[in-house]
């Protein structure tokens, strides 16, 4: 159970860490969009996070 807990945060820091790098690495023309966009992600990921957590947490109590 803790190798799985390590191995999704693990996955999670590196997809963050992989997104911001993408993100810094676009044209002077797109930065509007490259905003919204990040920040569309920015949302996606916090719901997702707090999803898999509620989830999570749901399966410990249930367990």
Do not use: C, P, Q
């Not at 569309?40 to 399966?59: K, Q, R």
């Amino acid at each position: 159970m803790d190798i799985m807990f390590g191995l999704v945060i693990f996955i999670l820091i590196l997809s963050v860490v992989s997104t911001l790098l993408l993100t810094g690495k676009s044209d002077e023309d797109y930065s509007s969009s490259t905003k919204r966009n990040t920040t569309n992600l920015t949302l996606i990921y916090v719901v997702i996070i707090f999803l898999a957590l509620t989830s999570l947490g749901i399966y410990i109590w249930l367990t």
